[in-house]
Structures are given as C-alpha cells and as structure tokens.
C-alpha cells in the first residue's frame, strides 16, 4: 500500500504578476494528479503576515491566519517552498515566515524550487535557504528544483509548456523528497 503523504507548498512571492507561484500551482497539480500527496498551495501573498516581532510561540494574540498557517506546517509530512530570487536571495516575505516559527521547522522535511526570470534558476536563493534551514536544523537534501526563465515555462494556472520535460524532472524531485520524509520518519534522533 502506498503511503500518502501531506504536502504543504508555500508559495513565497507576494509581487503583483510573480511567475514562481506558477510553478507552486504545477506541482499541486503534479502532486494530486499522479496521486502521490494530498498537497496544499500556502499563499504569503494571501495570509500578508504582518511584519515580525517575535516568534508565534511567544505572541499572546496571535491573529487566526498565524494559526492557520502554523497549523498547516505542523500538520505537513513534508515543504515544498516555491521561492524566486530577489536581489541575489529570498523576499523578504518569506524570510519574514521563516523567522516567525522556529520548533516548527526543526526536523521537518523541506525541499526547494527556487526561480528566475533569467538563466541561473534561483541558484543564489538557494544557497541562502539550504543555510537558513541548516540553522534551524530542518530536513533538507540536496536534490532541488530550479526553474530559469519560468515566465517562458509555465502558464499562470500551473500547466507546464513542456510538461514531458517538467515531469521528468518532478519525477525525481519528488522521489528524492519522499525519501527524505521516509527517512526522517525511521530516524527521529539524527
């Protein structure tokens, strides 16, 4: 019997005309049509946190939307973040989520697609959350996604323009994903 897994994508751009939320939509749609997760879209530009202050488990009214979303992550065997590169790294956005939770991320499995409107894919971004992830002790591996040129890639409802290639390559994003969940599951410890 195969294992179903829940999937949490958090898409990081709130810009107005972002690409990379595009590229969040293919992979629910990956997810859920080749029946691997029950995968879910996390959309900064519609929870539009606030500005941190301090971390959510020290906040004494945090607001429903914080909770949701703090929730959504706990519940989640597994991260995908969806992230383009501002300015050689993450926006600030999704910095500003990350720094909100903090036990919330140690030990949880947490892949990247990281893009570009030019040619490197995001790789600058990358660099930055393999280390910021690192810190926090979170589960992540070095297979990843990096999309260049994705405004020429994928359409603005998710569909991949060369969906033979794009699934290629999913294929083995997401089974080196997986394995990183099963792994984290059999050996709590390391």
């Known amino acids: 019997m195969k294992t179903m897994y829940n999937?949490?994508?958090?898409?990081?751009?709130?810009?107005?005309?972002?690409?990379?939320?595009?590229?969040?939509?293919?992979f629910q749609q990956?997810?859920?049509?080749?029946?691997l997760a029950n995968a879910e879209i996390l959309d900064l530009k519609k929870y539009n946190f606030p500005i941190f202050e301090e971390r959510f488990k020290n906040l004494k009214n945090p607001d429903n939307d914080l909770k949701d979303f703090v929730s959504r992550i706990t519940k989640s065997d597994g991260i995908i973040i969806v992230t383009p590169e501002y300015n050689g790294s993450i926006p600030a956005g999704l910095k500003n989520v990350i720094d909100l939770l903090y036990e919330e991320?140690?030990?949880?499995?947490?892949s990247f697609?990281?893009?570009s409107s030019g040619e490197f894919g995001g790789s600058q971004a990358l660099i930055h959350l393999q280390f910021i992830f690192w810190k926090l002790r979170a589960w992540t591996f070095t297979a990843n996604f990096p999309v260049s040129k994705v405004q020429d890639k994928y359409t603005d409802t998710g569909l991949a323009i060369?969906?033979?290639?794009?699934?290629?390559?999913?294929?083995?994003?997401?089974?080196?994903?997986?394995?990183?969940?099963?792994?984290?599951?059999?050996?709590?410890?390391?």
Do not use: G, M
């Open 7 to 26: 999937i949490s994508i958090i898409s990081s751009s709130v810009r107005t005309d972002r690409k990379s939320h595009n590229v969040a939509l293919y």
């Open 113 to 115: 697609s990281t893009v």
């Open 30 to 35: 990956y997810l859920t049509e080749n029946d």
């Open 105 to 110: 991320w140690h030990r949880k499995p947490i």
């Open 162 to 190: 060369n969906k033979l290639e794009s699934d290629k390559f999913a294929k083995i994003f997401i089974n080196e994903f997986f394995n990183c969940i099963q792994a984290s599951r059999n050996n709590t410890e390391i």
